[in-house]
């Protein structure tokens, strides 16, 4: 028993929590608020599956929680599994009352069956009884959801169904002190944790605490080695029936590649670069489609309410969206629902982020999109699943998993009418910060750059894959074969854009993410024209990660390739689609870094024109034009003409914007000139 204390929130044991280092885990619950929807993802097409979930009063409190109850109109009995919430009131948080354990007992009922579930109340304190109520309660339960899913699969029709759950009302601390020093411990706050403290120092503590523990008859229990006594051991299920041995929870164990169709086969037509504009996410929803053709049962595509707005809507060909709440005769016209859509979209990124993962740690295979400003609402999310996966590869038995994938579009570049609100690339700046081993940020700057990119994640296992990619009309620059080599590389000169072969370049000019490419080539093409002799080295970037150096990241550049690409000493202008500290802290250690100047997003912004939100962040083709004049000593006087007249058409663009609307003809129809 000491060594099993020992195991139990001590170093080199395992954590307090349901960490990746317990068997039968895929949540481990450090952050409160996706119990619920992480369950709901694990039934989501695993229909011989229950999932019952405890959840505490406390967290009952988080939002995330508060809208996941809604889960249960999205759980199809026909294909499904179900989930059985257990919500256990025992009062109180670590020093405060619960919000749901005070209030009467008719207005939680209310409130359950609002959300659409049967509640089922057990009640009490007396561990006999408790225990004959709890089975009773289950029994009835299971009966209920047994008879739901028998009479949807007997009929083939999905429909709502109100399933039930269980409210758990017990002490806390129940079965603990009663009382120490006087205060009340059991049914109260201070039970919480660790009710009896000082053991150490005070012997009346220690008394306390032995007492307390020799309560339960450890005795009675163990034999003399700390085995469990026969009679209890034969209790436990035996083999994949045990919690601890579930393969669904190991969901690797389950795991079926995807059966892809060849990426390829959706490449645009780029005869020459930057001639012609398409947009840059509707061949991938195409794509998807296709693989939720191949996939039925083992891949969702997961989005708020946004895969029409972000170009993905091929994929209603194959499967539409999942709905089995009421329908209204206009839904005929362009919904896009069905009662066994596999797409899955609601207005709560939480709740979809939860039933993604809990999709993927049960071993299946998914898409999420949304729009970039609002990625933020997942930030922590995102972080608890990066720690899960860093810990999870450290654990030999734990099998590999489905990456996910989230595309980020609606992009900062891009927010002609929404405005300021929808103007924040910062979650490339929560990815950096986790653990190199599972994160990985692709910039593709056109179509089939991102089909290739898109290709690689959907085939990848154990990161989280986050693409950035605008789902408007864009400049197109690569034909496939071109793309495969630059995705593969993930970061290389474009020679059609260069003019300084065989020779050092004046400058290197860099673009990474969709626009900020287009403004740095817009530049190149000024600068050549106004200088023909200067040579000029253009960069794109699509892996994030190659800034860094190759020891700190997977995918890092070694420093030799690093140095080939950007010179030792020559100006580098680095136009970056988000922060532009962010590429900084990357590329720190860099040879050059000291000749390293990052234009990118700097919170400046409103309604404005692509154009006009470029300029104010000065990652427009004039100002980088500029910045190059400034930063090369043979132009500081000679370029003096030059600079005034880009100034010029700066203050133009800008007026023409105010006065039109949109960006004048000559911005918004700009080709690449040579």
């Not at 860094?548 to 070694?558: D, K, N, T, V």
Request: charged share 25%; hydrophobic share 40%; aromatic share 8%.
């Amino acid at each position: 028993m000491r060594r099993f204390f020992k195991q139990f929130s001590f170093p080199g044991g395992i954590g307090s929590h349901c960490t990746p280092e317990t068997p039968g885990s895929i949540h481990e619950g450090g952050e409160l608020g996706y119990s619920v929807s992480h369950a709901f993802g694990a039934a989501l097409d695993n229909p011989d599956l229950l999932v019952a979930v405890a959840v505490g009063d406390g967290e009952a409190e988080t939002g995330p929680l508060a809208t996941a109850w809604h889960s249960n109109k999205f759980l199809n009995p026909v294909t499904d599994g179900a989930v059985l919430p257990i919500l256990h009131l025992n009062g109180y948080k670590i020093n405060n009352p619960t919000v749901l354990a005070r209030i009467a007992p008719e207005e939680l009922r209310a409130l359950f069956w609002g959300y659409g579930w049967r509640p089922h109340v057990v009640e009490g304190d007396d561990p006999r009884q408790m225990h004959l109520l709890m089975a009773a309660t289950l029994d009835r339960c299971l009966a209920e959801i047994r008879a739901i899913q028998e009479h949807a699969r007997a009929s083939g029709v999905a429909a709502r169904a109100r399933w039930p759950m269980i409210v758990l009302r017990t002490p806390k601390g129940w079965t603990g002190p009663d009382e120490i020093d006087g205060h009340k411990v059991e049914g109260y706050w201070r039970a919480h944790q660790v009710p009896i403290t000082g053991v150490r120092e005070n012997p009346h503590r220690l008394a306390q605490l032995e007492a307390w523990l020799r309560s339960y008859r450890p005795e009675s229990l163990f034999d003399a080695n700390g085995g469990l006594i026969p009679e209890l051991k034969a209790l436990a299920p035996q083999g994949d029936r045990r919690m601890s041995a579930n393969p669904i929870a190991n969901g690797g164990l389950v795991r079926k590649a995807l059966r892809m169709p060849d990426f390829r086969h959706y490449a645009l037509a780029v005869d020459k670069p930057a001639q012609i504009e398409a947009e840059n996410t509707r061949p991938l929803g195409r794509l998807l489609r296709d693989v939720m053709r191949r996939n039925g049962d083992n891949f969702r595509v997961f989005g708020p309410d946004e895969n029409t707005s972000n170009k993905l809507d091929a994929i209603y060909e194959v499967s539409k969206k999942l709905w089995l709440a009421d329908y209204l005769p206009e839904d005929e016209d362009g919904g896009e629902l069905a009662r066994d859509g596999r797409v899955m979209e609601m207005l709560s990124e939480h709740t979809l982020e939860g039933w993604y993962e809990g999709y993927t740690l049960t071993g299946r295979h998914g898409f999420f999109s949304t729009y970039e400003a609002f990625v933020h609402v997942i930030d922590s999310m995102y972080n608890q699943h990066a720690k899960w996966l860093a810990i999870c590869n450290e654990i030999p038995w734990r099998a590999p998993i489905s990456s996910l994938n989230l595309l980020i579009t609606s992009t900062v570049w891009r927010q002609d009418h929404n405005g300021f609100t929808h103007q924040d690339p910062g979650f490339l700046d929560v990815v950096v910060n986790k653990n190199p081993e599972v994160t990985r940020i692709y910039l593709p700057p056109d179509v089939n750059s991102l089909l290739c990119v898109a290709d690689h994640c959907l085939r990848s296992s154990d990161n989280i894959n986050v693409v950035v990619c605008d789902k408007q009309l864009h400049l197109q620059y690569l034909n496939m074969d071109e793309a495969v080599k630059h995705c593969t590389k993930g970061i290389g000169t474009w020679d059609w854009a260069s003019n300084d072969q065989g020779t050092e370049p004046d400058v290197v000019m860099v673009g990474c993410g969709d626009i900020p490419t287009q403004e740095a080539l817009a530049a190149t093409a000024l600068l050549r024209q106004h200088f023909p002799s200067l040579t000029m080295r253009f960069i794109n970037v699509v892996d994030l990660f190659r800034m860094q150096p190759a020891g700190e990241h997977p995918h890092g550049l070694s420093d030799r390739d690093f140095d080939s690409l950007f010179t030792i000493d020559r100006p580098i202008i680095f136009n970056f689609h988000g922060y532009p500290w962010l590429i900084h802290r990357l590329a720190y250690r860099r040879t050059n870094h000291r000749n390293l100047h990052v234009r990118g997003y700097k919170e400046k912004g409103n309604i404005n024109t692509p154009l006009e939100l470029a300029i104010d962040n000065e990652i427009d083709r004039f100002s980088l034009a500029i910045d190059v004049i400034d930063r090369l000593p043979q132009l500081h006087v000679a370029g003096a003409h030059v600079k005034d007249t880009l100034l010029d058409m700066r203050i133009e663009c800008r007026r023409y914007a105010h006065s039109h609307g949109v960006d004048a003809p000559e911005i918004r129809n700009w080709r690449w000139p040579y």
